[in-house]
């Protein structure tokens, strides 16, 4: 057995500071998935697609001189525009017509089209985005911690903090949960329910956008980024359960610990199959997550 020693100690705390920034990347992501299900039911299964197109303007607004700062309120207008679209175009005639499999074959598609797209706008390479803090790791309790890593995390906690204000404080807020509660009761009440639905998508592509400009400047911007990491925001969504926001936290943070500790102590083949393998043991032991409520359908 190895001894935790300081050395050892450190690296193992460098390796949870690394897998709880990307673990909060995959929440973010993943709270889009639970904002469109919530209001409709369905999922936008270009959510990882939503995340590159951000991360993509977003290196195109830093490369013609607009500061990192002003430039993503500047992607988030961008992300809502792109996400009333997916759902105008892709979702709201599949609701329509009570598809149960139009809404995933359309945002499905629409995802692909983004990715061809970009492939022809910004070329198949991957490109580097500059960072707008200092790249010089800083030490805490000893493990070195990148300063864009302590933005991911205050990053994905604030975003998701507003959203739930804007839930709970504003009037619109209110009709996004009470549409989220009760579809049809919502209507009858006078909620505009499909306007809802919209900014539903509108925000969950607003969450995905942002959460690319935050793990831009960590890793390389490319057409190809998003998919690995829409599927496994996906993942941490059905793991921590597709009704809770504390679960969708928990679970990133499981999910990116467990691969960072994986790869290094095991091999980096093998950094996905914790994440996979517990997704399994979730969905065999607890269908709707580890903090999901179980709905009842009456018949």
Sequence with gaps: MVPFDGPTMSILLQLVYSGIALGMIYAVIAFGYQLTFATSGTLNFGQGDALMLGALVGLTLVSLGVNYWLMIPLVCLFGLAQGAF????????????????GWIMSTIALGIIFKNVAENVWGRDDLRFPSPLPEAPIKVFGANVLPMELLVVGGALVMMLAVEFFNRKTIFGKAVVATANDRDAASLMGINTGLVITFSYALSSLTAAFAGVLIAPLTLTGATMGAVLGLKAFAVA??????????????????????????????????????????????????????????????
Aim: hydrophobic residues 50%; aromatic residues 6%.
């Design 238 to 299: 059905i793991i921590g359960g597709l009704s809770s926001g504390m679960g969708i936290i928990v679970g990133g943070m499981i999910l990116g610990i467990a691969e960072t500790t994986t790869g290094f102590y095991i091999s980096t083949g093998y950094k996905d199959v914790p994440g996979l393998v517990l997704l399994l043991i979730v969905l065999a032991m607890k269908p709707a997550g580890l903090f999901g409520k179980t709905a009842i359908k009456k018949v």
């Design 86 to 101: 997916v759902e105008r175009i892709g979702v709201r005639p599949a609701i329509k017509i009570k598809s149960e499999f």
